[in-house]
């Protein structure tokens, strides 16, 4: 889109702005259920776009992307005037008679940033939860799923005006220019490095950001873990997507104990899910590009292939495979976003917890275990955005818990009512009453006005 169409169609925005056009709780809710509508409407053109980019099954799609944003799409619809209501708070002594409350408001103009990854669900629900707090948005989906940009564009063109909701097409260049323009908040999905970048050009406005990340998110299994459980459960969460999933499993760091019993059944689980040539199966997702790919495939020549490992060049497709290796690994030094799954081992389990906090916060944490003692040690001296005890990744997929990082691994969260609230500014309110008016506050001072004072204030 060209650069000064798009500062003409965000000023148009900014003229819509001043008619609250999206304040109306009931205006938000039929938007939202227009927008429900319409993803149903256009739900095989969503396949197929992603089956073209990723080569996801409809399967996967809906599980993944679809279902997910019309799970959030419905449970907004039926709790927004809820969540919209004033909220009253109890009034100081001194501030008799008065009513106190915060009134939830919106931003006014979000710019929603996604990634390519999970491309419709991580458009899509960010402003799901933008719409329902009240404000318009600028959606710049992800230019290396085109396939699915291009769906996205037309989902949102038949839902909204673009007055409401502007989709800007593109890539870098098209996200570049928008960081230069002014919204009141921004909510980027995507990597650390470029999240550093958006947080420095958001500080140059003092513009509220939401950034979700990543991170080498651990998956620690300990001794008294259900193995056969673990596996068939990490399993699908790690190579889900070909593993190109910001919450996934980046590691397992397991007792040295159950390392032979575990990669064993692993490898049971991988050829259980994707059957003994994952390359040949039409159901397992591709890399997304050539760069990732050969990223990909140049690990996987510097470390110890205990299982899988072969990959076909034409078809941008890795196989599931372990690796066993250490902290000093190649691996071991940047998240991986691919089908690698890296081995690591401890003998006791407050070093496995001290060398995890000795690193960068992830996004996530997994820990597998019978041990009550155990899960509560790990999940309360780590430090991550979310995680699961004895599964993974499905902590993401709920709207009544908040969903982000921490630190590296990002900040802010949304989903459900944690989502309207990243979306909202609370304005906090005192109405008060005029039909009395309590002296002691005022000029000139005395002692039996400061003697109120020391007892209204303490």
């Known amino acids: 889109m060209d650069s000064n169409l798009i500062i003409e169609k965000i000023k148009s925005q900014r003229e819509h702005l ?7 709780v009931q205006n938000r809710i039929n938007a939202l259920k227009l927008l429900r509508t319409n993803i149903k409407l256009l739900e095989d ?19 993944c ?7 959030e799409i419905n449970y907004m619809i039926k709790h927004i005037k809820k969540f919209a209501k004033s909220n009253r708070k109890l009034s100081p002594l001194a501030q008799f008679p008065a009513k106190s409350y915060s009134m939830p408001v919106p931003y006014g103009i979000v710019l929603i940033i996604s990634p390519w990854n999970y491309p419709f669900m991580l458009a899509l629900e960010p402003l799901v939860d933008a719409i329902s ?3 318009l948005a600028v959606v710049k989906p992800s230019g290396t799923t085109k396939n ?24 870098r260049d098209e996200c570049d220019f928008l960081l230069e323009q002014e919204f009141d908040y921004i909510f980027f999905t995507g990597s650390s490095s470029v999240g550093k970048m958006i947080h420095q050009k958001a500080a140059q406005t003092l513009t509220p950001i939401t950034l979700e990340l990543g991170g080498k998110s651990p998956c620690i299994v300990d001794e008294t873990a259900n193995i056969q459980l673990t596996a ?19 590691y397992v760091y397991c007792h040295s104990s159950v390392k032979d019993e575990l990669i064993k059944e692993i490898e049971r689980q991988i050829i259980l899910q994707y059957s003994t040539h994952p390359l040949e199966n039409d159901n397992y997702p591709r890399i997304i590009n050539q760069k990732q790919f ?35 690994s190649i691996i071991m030094q940047n998240e991986i976003f691919g089908p690698l799954l890296p081995i690591i081992t401890f003998d006791r389990l407050g070093d496995a917890i001290e060398n995890i906090r000795m690193r960068n916060k992830p996004l996530a944490l997994y820990i597998f275990s019978s041990s009550k003692e155990n899960q509560n040690r790990a999940i309360s001296t780590c430090d991550f955005g979310g995680g699961c005890i004895n599964d993974c990744i499905i902590h993401l997929a709920t709207s009544r818990l908040g969903f982000g990082g921490v630190k590296q691994s990002g900040m802010g969260a949304y989903h459900g009512k944690i989502g309207f609230d990243t979306f909202s500014h609370y304005k906090s309110i005192v109405n008060k009453r005029t039909w009395l008016d309590l002296p002691m506050r005022y000029q000139p001072m005395n002692k039996i006005k400061y003697f109120f004072i020391r007892r209204f204030l303490k």
């Open 18 to 24: 001043k008619y609250n056009p999206l304040l109306s």
């Open 45 to 63: 053109e969503i396949f197929d776009a992603l089956k073209k980019d990723l080569n996801k099954s409809k399967e996967e799609a809906y599980m």
């Open 65 to 71: 992307e679809v279902g997910m944003v019309l799970s």
């Open 133 to 135: 707090a009240g404000n």
């Open 148 to 171: 699915v940009q291009a769906v996205i564009e037309k989902l949102l063109k038949m839902t909204f005006p673009e007055q409401q909701v502007l989709t800007v097409m593109g890539g």
């Open 232 to 250: 068939r459960r990490l399993v699908f969460g790690k190579f889900m997507n070909a593993g190109q999933t910001c919450i996934a499993p980046d």
């Open 294 to 328: 050969d990223g990909l495939v140049d690990l996987l020549q510097n470390e110890k292939v205990i299982f899988g490992g072969k990959f076909n060049q034409n078809k941008l497709k890795i196989e599931p495979t372990i690796i066993e290796a250490d902290w000093d």
